[in-house]
């Protein structure tokens, strides 16, 4: 389509520094299996849900990546970045279309003569222009508790509880062919999930730039030039600035 135009997404990524030349030095983004959440309940569905073989190794078999809207949480910074001294990538993702849905969600377990808290909330998923496709997180005190099949695993793949909803998370799920597979270990007596590491690359080439921690050491110029020799068709795009605490409010102030 010619002289097309789209919106764009802007997400973020922390990371600690260690990740972060990781990242430069596979080209891709590193993906989580689905069984490696630190999140003791996700991917837990109800009770009342039964699984069947086919199910788990569907699950077992996928995995995400990770971005979130909040560039500016200190809660973000400390758990994610090293408590603020390393790093967020800023990506910029073009979206040829969106879906938006209305749906409602339980927001605490606290009863009261109307039910359990609830509350409204707008779930998007976006088909970007690659095809890939990114899904809003839905932050729901109630675990998934729909019939689970192939089709709606995505959907329990980003489903959480509320106690996460300040990361603003939006994420992309996939079959683990859909990414690079880095081999650490031949042995057979590892888990499949220690052996392996899976990167996936295609989100490398929205990367438009780097926001650097209050506390990080780096220079910006410094980290710029890292991104660049890595990625050098990215010379024109990237933007690389330090942050700051705001002088009033608990929030870090950032360019993007």
Known sequence: MKNATFPYLRLYKYMTLETFHETLR??????????????????????KISTNTDT?????????????????????WGLYANRGRDICLVFSFPVEYRNSRKITVKTSAATSKSGVASKSAIIHTYKLTNGYILRDVVYDYRRF???????????LLTHKSPSWEHEKEVRYVGHVDDFDEISYFNEPAFPYRDRHKLICKWPMNYLRGALLGPKCELSADFVKRQIIQSIPALANL?????????????SIVTYA
């Open 26 to 47: 596979l080209g891709g983004l590193r993906a989580t299996f689905a069984q490696q959440s630190v999140n003791l309940m996700e991917f837990k569905p109800s009770k």
């Open 56 to 76: 788990e190794r569907e699950l077992r078999s996928h995995a995400l990546v990770s971005f979130c809207r909040n560039s500016t949480s200190p809660a973000l």
């Open 145 to 155: 508790n729909r019939q689970i099949t192939r089709f709606n695993l995505p959907k």
């Open 238 to 250: 990237i933007q690389v600035e330090p942050t700051t605490y705001d002088k009033n409010r608990y």
